[in-house]
């Protein structure tokens, strides 16, 4: 049997660059492409385009190239995003960027449909509604909460907009999309220290950073929560979604709610380091936020449920590394 082929879009950046390594353990022939390369390991992509995916002709270069026979892809797994945690989406300053650029590379492809047979599209838990995650108890968002619509992020209405843009491409070209709205992934090889990383990251970094005892610093009262989902559950459920009949968006995330103070005690306990908080001004995002997995459960016959803290214990000791190493 030919080997099945897929371009990942975004493959320098976290999810892109796993993801790249895992459908290169599920037997496939992948081409990468990104602005940048992987910044913390070699790509396991076949073959790397380097190159501004804003730019039409860039998309299509990586969805045809005369020196391999692909005619057309079989699958695109669509991530490349400007994007990354409160300190870039909420401050408001990179809003043009953000949304401009994401959203131009997703027109392009939108357009090219006739270069794929089936498309991924990587959206996000920021597009629901901000007046139902007031509450610190938030008892998790289903996908059909996203309408009306209010997400409290350009960011997030830029994602309604490419989640609704790739189900018309669907609609009126019958090529299949796939859309995963992913709530907080984070593992080894993330940013953790650019001003893109996310709470997992930076919890670990400044722990990491920390004296013993010590103090590190929270962004407002720390009582806002998330639920994070570890990178390999993340990667087990695009590729389950993919292989699905599933069209509509789903979630991919955890239902383990922490508060952002437990998330930085927990990290100070996997480091064995006393730690005290220091509350701070800063962006802070919705009051709660958690997944709600009935529907992943039934169109998937499966859910992730690895637990939090193993994968913090995995991500505190790569960023200890990473800490280490840049002394
Ligand atoms: P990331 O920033 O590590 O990866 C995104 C990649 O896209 C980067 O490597 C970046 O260089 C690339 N990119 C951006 N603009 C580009 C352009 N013009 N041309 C080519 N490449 C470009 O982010 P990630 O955490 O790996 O997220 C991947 C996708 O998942 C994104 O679409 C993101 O919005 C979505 N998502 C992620 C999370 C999360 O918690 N990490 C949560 C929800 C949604």
């Not at 870039?88 to 990179?94: L, R």
Request: with cysteine; proline share 5%.
């Amino acid at each position: 049997m030919e080997k099945k082929n897929a371009l990942v879009c975004g493959a320098g950046g976290f999810i892109g660059s796993h993801l790249v390594k895992r459908l290169k353990d599920e037997g496939y022939w992948v081409r990468g492409v990104d602005l940048k390369y992987p910044e913390f390991s070699k790509s396991a992509a076949d073959d790397f385009v380097q190159g501004d995916l804003r730019d039409y002709s860039t998309c299509r270069t990586a969805l045809v190239k005369s020196n391999i026979n692909i005619k057309e892809f079989d699958e695109v797994y669509q991530l490349a995003a400007d994007m990354g945690g409160a300190g870039y989406i909420f401050t408001g300053v990179h809003d043009l960027d953000v949304m401009h650029n994401s959203a131009q590379i997703n027109l392009n492809f939108s357009k090219l449909h006739p270069r794929f047979k089936k498309l991924f599209f990587s959206s996000s838990a920021c597009v629901y509604p901000q007046d139902i995650q007031k509450d610190v108890n938030n008892p998790g968002l289903r996908e059909e909460y996203a309408y009306p619509a209010n997400p409290d992020s350009e960011y997030g209405w830029e994602k309604l907009f490419s989640e609704r843009l790739y189900l018309t491409m669907q609609r009126n070209t019958g090529v299949p999309v796939r859309i995963s709205r992913f709530h907080n992934i984070f593992g080894p090889e993330g940013t953790w220290n650019n001003g893109k990383e996310k709470a997992p990251a930076a919890m670990s970094r400044k722990v990491a950073e920390a004296s013993n005892p010590g103090e590190i610093e929270i962004w407002g009262d720390g009582d806002q929560t998330r639920s994070f989902l570890y990178i390999d559950e993340c990667l087990e459920g695009i590729r389950r979604l993919v292989n699905s009949d599933y069209t509509g968006p789903l979630n991919i995330g955890s239902e383990e709610m922490i508060s952002i103070n437990n998330l930085a005690l927990m990290a100070a306990d996997i480091a064995g380091k006393y730690i005290s908080l220091k509350h701070i001004p800063g962006p802070l995002g919705v009051r709660g936020r958690n997944s709600e997995n009935t529907l992943i459960k039934k169109v998937l016959d499966w859910a992730p449920d690895y637990p939090l803290r193993k994968g913090m214990e995995k991500t505190y000791s790569w960023i200890a590394e990473q800490v280490e190493k840049s002394k």
